[in-house]
């Protein structure tokens, strides 16, 4: 594996557009086995739009759908990120409301992933972002491969936010 970590690094770093970025994810996604790997720059000083960036591998209708129905507003792992410096296990998520089982339930519809893990990103110039990877493994499975995913994927998700901003 630290052939491929290190690959990664080298992958981010030389990236010269966004669209080099989401090719990066790809490989995330395929290195280490994952449904899919989001990032996502909610707040950039400076910059009017309420998403500036986001960088995904999801189906592009998902895309659509969290754009059109302003699911930024509600989504769980957002309002968990901006409470929370520590990554995010998506199962520490409180699921209880309306709006978050709808959600949730919206996402597994698009593939999304059923489990995930979060990082939220605070950057040296008060931008914010969150970094998250997702899974269709089983429970037990997933607990084994969020080891790895805490490991390589806090320092991967903090490159690909610098990369972003810079580009």
Request: with cysteine.
């Amino acid at each position: 594996m630290p052939d491929r970590f290190v690959a990664l690094l080298d992958l981010i770093s030389s990236a010269h557009t966004l669209s080099g970025i989401e090719q990066a994810l790809q490989n995330i996604r395929e290195v280490y086995g994952l449904a899919n790997v989001i990032y996502h720059a909610i707040r950039i000083p400076g910059v009017e739009s309420e998403s500036p960036i986001m960088l995904l591998t999801c189906d592009p209708q998902w895309t659509s759908l969290y754009m059109q129905r302003d699911y930024l507003r509600i989504d769980p792992i957002i309002k968990a990120g901006r409470r929370s410096f520590l990554p995010i296990d998506w199962r520490e998520v409180d699921h209880s409301s309306v709006d978050a089982r709808h959600f949730f339930a919206e996402a597994t519809r698009y593939g999304v992933g059923r489990r995930g893990m979060s990082w939220p990103i605070r950057g040296a110039n008060g931008e914010r972002a969150i970094f998250s990877v997702t899974s269709d493994v089983t429970e037990q499975d997933w607990t084994t491969q969020r080891v790895v995913c805490l490991r390589d994927l806090q320092m991967i998700g903090q490159l690909i936010h610098d990369r972003a901003i810079r580009l």
